[in-house]
């Protein structure tokens, strides 16, 4: 069996470190900006969805728990909901109407005006993610896409893009979910105020 050397390890999260500091050089101004609009969402009473394909997939589940039960703090649950989680929808709309309305039903089962639709993508050109920006749209419901790869179509579909600078499926998943806990600490502090309490799980 192949053993990974000290070599590899600090070279793998070299890479990673470089593309963390790219990406706030480079979208520290959008990461802004979608943590304001969250926060906008649920202040106003809106919630968040969160969707994704993959490794994306466990990433929607996770950042949807953070903001339903917590990161930084006790607090108030806040309305989060991941796309990926119900076999029985996903199943059910794959089996009826095709794989690529998995997310778009549920968009027009429980979205609406003024909500947020999150959309994670390496690739940006997932049929059912491209689909469920065009179901919020047509329902006044905000897009953000957090992407890599250059965007794909999925860039120009979405409100905003946050599109990390790699080619990397691997490193963009691990940026994005970075991504993702710095925008759900931020708006709670946007919410709550003052300084963090309690340790992060």
Do not use: W
Not at 88 to 100: K, W
């Amino acid at each position: 069996m192949a053993r990974m050397t000290g070599e590899r390890v600090r070279a793998e999260l070299s890479e990673l470190a470089g593309l963390a500091l790219a990406v706030g050089r480079e979208c520290a101004g959008g990461i802004d900006a979608y943590a304001n609009r969250a926060a906008a969402t649920l202040r106003a009473g809106g919630k968040l969805m969160f969707c994704g394909n993959g490794g994306s997939a466990a990433d929607a589940q996770h950042l949807a728990a953070e903001y339903a039960v917590r990161l930084s703090r006790d607090r108030a649950a806040l309305a989060a909901v991941a796309l990926t989680t119900d076999s029985s929808v996903l199943t059910a709309c794959a089996n009826d109407y095709g794989f690529d309305l998995v997310f778009a039903r549920q968009v027009e089962a429980i979205g609406r005006p003024g909500d947020l639709l999150v959309l994670h993508s390496t690739s940006g050109n997932s049929a059912n993610l491209l689909e469920a920006a065009r179901r919020a749209r047509d329902r006044r419901i905000g897009t953000v896409a957090v992407l890599a790869r250059g965007g794909g179509r999925l860039r120009d579909r979405a409100d905003a893009a946050i599109v990390v600078p790699t080619d990397s499926v691997a490193r963009a998943q691990e940026i994005h979910l970075a991504i993702g806990h710095i925008v759900c600490r931020a708006v709670e502090d946007r919410l709550l105020g003052g300084a963090v309490r309690g340790e992060d799980e």
